[in-house]
Every structure is written in structure tokens, then in C-alpha cells.
């Protein structure tokens, strides 16, 4: 690859050809209003929290999903769907529940207890569909510009890409604890009575 290209797939344009809107940009827009409800207090979340996890689907879904084939075929990918749709799932009700008073106590538990197993689960998944694109995204010079160029710029996604793996080492330590504060917040009467 040479000169001024960028190398991207066709398919991660927001609007088909067909000029329908693409449902990538839909989940896209949706994780968007999260960030929003959060910043205007329509639900108790942090802001940045909630972009930093806002941030890393949508990273996942366009950056890596949409344009590599081999992360569609990662063992990662069945883990982040698991994880991510149960987690909606509970979460979304546990919003409804709450807008009308009353939250069953299952509800509440299982809204601030299965991060536990599924927040790891769905951060392996998205380093192993992270792990399994790297060589396509190497091969292809994918989001890639090279050298020489009007700019004198360089942006090679692939190391980008490593790089933003190892952010999950310090990031994942601080949402996970911010996740059990919420738990203790949240559930502290019940955690202490069943000791």
C-alpha cells in the first residue's frame, strides 16, 4: 500500500448503498442515547463510565467486527454476545421495573451481580475478537496511511489496535470496581444480613 490510501472496508459506511439506514449505525446510535440518558441523569450511571463502556462496543462492532472477517469467526464473538445481550436484558428491566416502583428482588440482584461473571466474560470475548483480527488488519493495512503523503502522517491501526488491547489492564481493574461499589450500594443491607 502506498501514497495516500486508507484502506477500509466498504461495509463499515453508516448508510447501505440502498440509502436505508445501516443497523450497525442503529445499535451505534442507541449506545449513543446510553451516554446521553447518562449525562442528562435520566438513569443513576456515570458519565464517563458509561462512555468508556459506550466506547468499547462501538470500537468493537465498527472497528473491529464489521471490518475483519476473522473476528466474525473468533471464539470471542460468541462470549461478547452472550455477555452483552444478558446484560441488556437485566439491565433494561430492571429500568422499567424501577420507573414504575417495583423492582422484584431477584431483579435487583441479578442487576448488580451477574457483572461478576459477565463483564470478564465479555472482555475475553472482545480480546479474543481484538486478538483474531490483528493478522487480517496487518495483512490488509486496514485504517492504515502510510508514508510518503501531503500530511507527513502515519496511522497504522494495527498497533493502535495492540495498544488499545493493553489499555484494557488498567480500565478493566477500575469499571469492575466501580461495578462492585454499585453492588455494595446497592445490595449492602442484603450482602450483610446473609452473613
Not at 80 to 87: G, P, V, Y
Not at 93 to 120: G, K
Request: hydrophobic share 45%; net charge positive.
Amino acid at each position: 500500500m502506498g501514497g495516500e490510501e486508507i484502506s477500509s472496508p466498504a461495509t463499515a459506511t453508516c448508510v447501505h448503498e440502498s440509502s436505508s439506514v445501516d443497523p450497525q449505525f442503529l445499535v451505534c446510535l442507541h449506545l449513543f442515547y446510553k451516554v446521553l440518558h447518562a449525562a442528562i441523569k435520566l438513569v443513576p450511571s456515570s458519565v464517563i463510565v458509561v462512555l468508556m463502556q459506550v466506547y468499547s462496543r462501538v470500537f468493537l462492532v465498527l472497528g473491529i467486527l464489521v471490518a475483519t472477517d476473522s473476528a466474525t469467526v473468533s471464539p470471542g464473538l460468541p462470549l461478547c454476545i452472550l455477555a452483552w445481550s444478558i446484560t441488556e436484558i437485566i439491565r433494561y428491566a430492571y429500568y422499567a421495573f424501577n420507573l414504575l416502583n417495583v423492582v422484584p428482588q431477584l431483579l435487583l440482584f441479578l442487576r448488580y451481580s451477574t457483572f461478576l461473571v459477565l463483564y470478564p466474560l465479555g472482555i475475553t470475548g472482545e480480546l479474543l475478537c481484538m486478538y483474531h483480527s490483528l493478522d487480517e488488519i496487518h495483512e490488509k493495512q486496514l485504517y492504515t496511511i502510510s508514508m510518503p503523503n501531503k500530511w507527513n502522517f502515519i496511522f497504522n491501526y494495527y498497533y493502535i489496535l495492540i495498544f488499545y488491547m493493553f489499555l484494557y489492564i488498567p480500565l478493566f481493574p477500575y469499571l469492575f470496581g466501580h461495578m462492585l461499589k454499585q453492588r455494595r450500594k446497592m445490595l449492602g443491607d442484603d450482602t450483610k444480613k446473609s452473613k
